[in-house]
């Protein structure tokens, strides 16, 4: 059991913890492991002046907040260090492999198979971590004696940190979520109303478990925190990039200048491009995001989107799905 009503860490030697990414979501994950007094931590990029060897040199846990480009070029560069099996390895980040289709947890595994592999992930805007604002996670891995110490390592007064053994649902969620957001800020910019939302997050969900489960995910994952939770945070909050994305589509501005504009990751992009690839050949149903994929390739407008939506056959609500 671990205290955390001050931060205090009853049964924790000291640890230390390299967080490789230094984005928004790296800085404010070493902003949050700093909560913990008997954590050292280092945040290293590829600006910084000390090598990844040394910055890793020692540590307990290696985290990687890099975005999904740079997730191969990040186990490269791992690898070519001396890092031990004992080093537990945590992965933050929210895509998929453009030409693997393999989840980055996924990738680090077959790179270091003899490493136990956390995924973080949960409904997580980085700029309210960065404003000290309470949150919850989770931490989930087939090892759980590795989940459990993270949790312990990232449990703090301001996160609440829960831990389970469904690393790719986990994963999923918050991958999977981000094609949903951009589907989302379509419908706040158009003003579509509640009743609209609240259809488009609760069919976006089957949807995200249709592809999630063909992929190796557990069902109930997806009515967790890394699931429903991202997808509501993300879905809602204007906060969200990807929900950036497609509000500034709804009000008629290309998508080059809204990428502009916004200048940072938007991991929905090419996840949705792998998300339709996997239903197509699978002959998964996933008709948000099919319209995402349009909407981006500037196929359709906003509006055909919602139209082609609402247009489709009728059907049952529960027919095809697997819950
Ligand atoms: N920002 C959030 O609120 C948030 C929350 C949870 C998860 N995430 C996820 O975290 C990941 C990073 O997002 P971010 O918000 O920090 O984006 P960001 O654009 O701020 O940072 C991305 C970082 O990845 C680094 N990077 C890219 N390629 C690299 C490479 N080859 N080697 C080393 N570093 C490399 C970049 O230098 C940059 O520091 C994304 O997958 C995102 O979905 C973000
Ligand atoms: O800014 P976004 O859209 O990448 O979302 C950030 C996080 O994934 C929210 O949990």
């Known amino acids: 059991m671990i205290n955390t009503a001050r931060g205090d860490r009853v049964d ?11 984005g928004v979501w790296g800085a404010a994950l070493a902003r949050l492991a700093r909560q913990n007094p008997q954590a050292i931590v280092r945040l290293w990029s590829r600006r910084s002046p000390e090598s990844l ?3 890793i040199g020692g ?17 490269t560069r791992l690898a070519a260090t001396e890092m031990p099996p004992s080093t537990v390895l945590i992965t933050a980040t929210k895509g998929l492999d453009a030409q693997s289709h393999q989840t980055p947890s996924q990738m680090w595994h077959s790179a270091f ?33 590795a989940a ?11 996160l609440r940190v829960y ?18 957001a951009i589907a989302a800020g379509v419908c706040d910019g158009l003003q ?12 976006a969900l089957p949807e995200m478990i249709r592809i999630g489960t063909h992929l190796g995910a557990q069902a109930e994952t997806f009515f967790g925190l890394a699931g429903l939770g991202d997808l509501l945070a993300t879905c809602n909050s204007a906060l969200s990039r990807n929900y950036q994305v497609g509000y500034g589509l709804a009000q008629g501005k290309p998508l080059d200048r809204v990428l502009a504009e ?42 055909q989107a919602v139209r082609a939506l609402i247009d489709r056959d009728l059907k049952q609500e529960f027919e095809d799905e697997l819950l």
């Open 12 to 22: 924790m030697a000291p640890v230390t913890i390299a967080i490789i990414g230094a």
């Open 53 to 55: 060897a040394e910055a």
């Open 59 to 75: 540590a307990n846990f290696v985290l990687s907040a890099v975005s999904m480009k740079g997730v191969s070029d990040s186990i």
């Open 113 to 145: 198979p003899q490493n136990p592999i956390v995924v973080l992930s949960g409904p997580n805007l980085s700029q309210e971590i960065e404003h000290g604002l309470p949150a919850a996670t989770v931490v989930a891995s087939y090892d759980q004696g």
């Open 148 to 158: 459990e110490a993270a949790q312990r390592l990232f449990a703090s007064n301001v």
């Open 163 to 180: 831990a389970n053994l469904d690393p790719i649902g986990t994963e999923l969620g918050g991958t999977l979520k981000n094609v949903m």
């Open 192 to 203: 579509l109303g509640t009743n609209a939302k609240a259809a488009l997050l609760t069919r």
């Open 262 to 303: 916004i200048h940072s990751t938007v991991e929905g992009i090419n996840t949705v491009e792998v998300l339709v690839a996997i239903a197509r050949e699978q002959q998964i149903p996933v008709p948000i995001a099919r319209q995402v994929h349009r909407l981006l390739h500037g196929q359709i407008t906003p509006q």
